[in-house]
């Protein structure tokens, strides 16, 4: 199977799940009018603060082209480190109602499947007008963060702005260089003070990490696989791990989140919260536990089990994935809510923050740009864009098409699995099981990273448990994969 016939299984799949892979001709026509956002083109823009000398950067995957955050430190006036992170100004491109925003509200989100990925918005905004480009001036709804130990956050928490990206930088160069297994990265080397600032932020992303650890904040390891192509022809799913400059960035849009959740709060506007409940299956997580020598209490606590993970992790680090992924399929889904000024939230579960909002992806999420139409009309002083009504129709409906499209993109990776398993039928392989309903018992293999459904000796096991299976059945366009329990 090539490339081409996976696309197609990709965009059977979105079909299927009520997302539309194509953008309508309407949104098309809309993306190739667009001119680049300046004060002259867009009124709006008119008065943002001038903030493009600051060593602004971007960290992301070797291959994004969709940059939604850059990230600087500075120094405040009595010496105190913050944070700024800017995001990119999407609203100022696609018009509440438009063709563009039309397909963005079905969707709700970017399809990332193993065939490709399904953009949000065309392409025209999200790797280009909209995108945070290296060496480009561009419009930014600008976050500060106080680093931890600060006596008080900084005075203005949200503002826009105009910022210039000094250095399109990837995950991976990054980290090997702060881990000390690479030199600075070029692009580093060649912008006087980015080696400091990097560094100062590093410093800070971790402060920050450990902040949120001592009020319970998980420390999991999960493992996802990659697509790998050979002149068009998939050949493999290799694992996508983790780094210090991803942890780093995900430590600045955690905190980023939690500033306009609150900002919004203090303005007297609603808004979309992001929340993970305490796990329904704790039950097992506590069984979990008790068969590796460890005790939790009978009442969910964040605290208690990250010190059970740390504890894991350093006891058995080869097997810290592993448990990981099955706490990670245990602790459940997330989801949106709307959410009144000064009301009682539930919070993050796994993140231990109450506070919490999507605002850091706007060109990838419909939440994000939702949000940031809450953000501008408060710092406009104008009344919220949205009635409780309708934002808790859209918390309803982006928590749907977010469940949608993890299963396109389970599904298709399924299939790329079963692409590469077609060969291997009759082989045994150690797995894990990951899922266990009324619609099946599902099982995790590493090697390759792929899930199939257990169609025999199923009885008794349970998710976390460790079982050894027989691949018995592929079908690469269902994206079926079937394996019976072994000894």
């Not at 006596?151 to 702060?178: E, H, M, S």
């Not at 293999?445 to 008794?460: N, Y």
Request: hydrophobic content about 45%; some cysteine.
């Amino acid at each position: 199977m090539d490339g081409n016939e996976l696309l197609a299984i990709a965009r059977q799949a979105m079909q299927d799940r009520g997302l539309q892979a194509d953008f309508p001709d309407a949104a098309r026509r809309e993306a190739e009018a667009l001119v680049e956002p300046t004060a002259a083109t867009n009124p709006a823009l008119g008065g943002l603060r001038d903030l493009r000398d600051l060593l602004w950067c971007s960290i992301d995957n070797d291959d994004s082209r969709d940059l939604d955050q850059l990230t600087v430190v500075q120094q405040d006036a009595g010496g105190a480190a913050r944070v700024l992170v800017a995001i990119a100004d999407v609203d100022a491109l696609v018009s509440a109602g438009g063709a563009i925003d039309a397909h963005a509200r079905i969707n709700t989100t970017s399809v990332y499947t193993a065939a490709g990925v399904f953009p949000m918005l065309p392409l025209r905004l999200s790797t280009d007008l909209s995108s945070l480009n290296e060496n480009e001036d561009r419009a930014a709804i600008v976050i500060e963060i106080a680093a931890p130990g600060t006596d008080a956050p900084p005075a203005t928490a949200v503002y826009r702005a105009w910022v210039r990206n000094r250095a399109q930088l990837t995950y991976d160069g990054v980290a090997a260089w702060l881990d000390g297994k690479a030199p600075a990265p070029p692009k580093v080397a060649a912008v006087p003070g980015l080696e400091a600032q990097l560094r100062e932020q590093d410093r800070i992303g971790q402060a920050l990490q450990d902040a949120r650890r001592q009020l319970g904040a998980l420390s999991l390891k999960t493992t996802e696989s990659r697509p790998v192509f050979l002149d068009g022809v998939l050949s493999d799913l290799r694992a996508d791990v983790g780094n210090r400059a991803k942890d780093m960035i995900a430590n600045f849009m955690i905190a980023a989140n939690g500033v306009s959740a609150r900002y919004l709060d203090g303005q007297g506007s609603p808004s979309l919260r992001r929340l993970l409940r305490a796990p329904e299956r704790w039950d097992k997580i506590v069984q979990i536990a008790a068969e590796l020598g460890e005790r939790l209490p009978a009442t969910p606590t964040a605290l208690a089990l990250d010190a059970f993970l740390a504890k894991r992790r350093d006891a058995a680090p080869d097997k810290f994935a592993e448990l990981s992924l099955a706490i990670v399929k245990l602790l459940g889904s997330g989801e949106y809510t709307m959410t009144r000024p000064g009301q009682a939230v539930v919070g993050h579960f796994g993140l231990a923050v109450n506070d919490y909002t999507h605002s850091t992806a706007p060109n990838r999420r419909y939440p994000d740009l939702i949000t940031h139409r809450l953000l501008k009309a408060a710092l406009a002083g104008a009344p919220p864009p949205f009635s409780d009504a309708e934002l808790t129709e859209l918390a309803a409906h982006c928590t749907l098409q977010e469940d949608n499209t993890a299963k396109v993109e389970r599904q298709v990776r399924k299939s790329a699995a079963a692409v590469l398993l077609g060969a291997r039928i009759g082989q045994s392989f150690d797995g894990i099981v990951t899922g266990v309903s009324g619609k099946g018992t599902w099982v995790r293999i590493a090697h390759p990273i792929a899930e199939g459904r257990i169609v025999q000796g199923l009885d008794g096991l349970d998710v976390a448990d460790r079982v050894r299976v027989q691949l018995v059945a592929v079908d690469a366009k269902r994206g079926f994969i079937d394996f019976k329990r072994v000894n």
